[in-house]
């Protein structure tokens, strides 16, 4: 009975983080990938570590005041404050 709640506990978490992105890729993700970057070289750029960039595309973690400076600065404002915002919207709340 527990491993059948557990499952479904993670079906819904799984479904819930699909939801949180409306605009399919992240915007970092997107970035880099445009410019054939890896994660470190990103990171080197940025001013932060490779497992950071990571926790940020796959929305574990949502980048500080800081890092969200240094972002659109090393990205020549191509990554916005708005563009990193957005990817943590639910869908009804990105149409108000």
Same mark, same amino acid.
């Given at each position: 009975?527990?491993? $059948? *709640? #557990?499952?479904?506990? !993670?079906?819904? &978490?799984?479904? +819930?983080? !699909? %939801?949180?992105? =409306?605009c399919g890729m992240h915007p970092l993700t997107k970035w880099?990938?445009? /410019? %054939?970057?890896?994660?470190? +070289?990103?990171?080197?750029? *940025?001013?932060? &570590?490779?497992?950071?960039?990571?926790? #940020?595309?796959?929305?574990?973690?949502?980048?500080? =005041?800081?890092? *969200? $400076? /240094? *972002?659109?600065?090393? $990205?020549?404002g191509d990554v916005t404050a708005n563009d990193l915002h957005?990817?943590? /919207? !639910?869908?009804? +709340?990105?149409? +108000?």
């Amino acid at each position: 009975m527990l491993t $059948t *709640i #557990w499952h479904i506990a !993670l079906i819904c &978490k799984k479904h +819930e983080s !699909l %939801n949180r992105e =409306p605009c399919g890729m992240h915007p970092l993700t997107k970035w880099r990938s445009e /410019r %054939n970057l890896t994660r470190a +070289e990103a990171a080197k750029i *940025i001013g932060c &570590k490779a497992g950071t960039i990571a926790d #940020w595309e796959y929305r574990r973690r949502f980048p500080s =005041p800081g890092s *969200i $400076t /240094r *972002i659109v600065k090393a $990205t020549d404002g191509d990554v916005t404050a708005n563009d990193l915002h957005t990817g943590y /919207r !639910l869908p009804d +709340e990105a149409a +108000e």
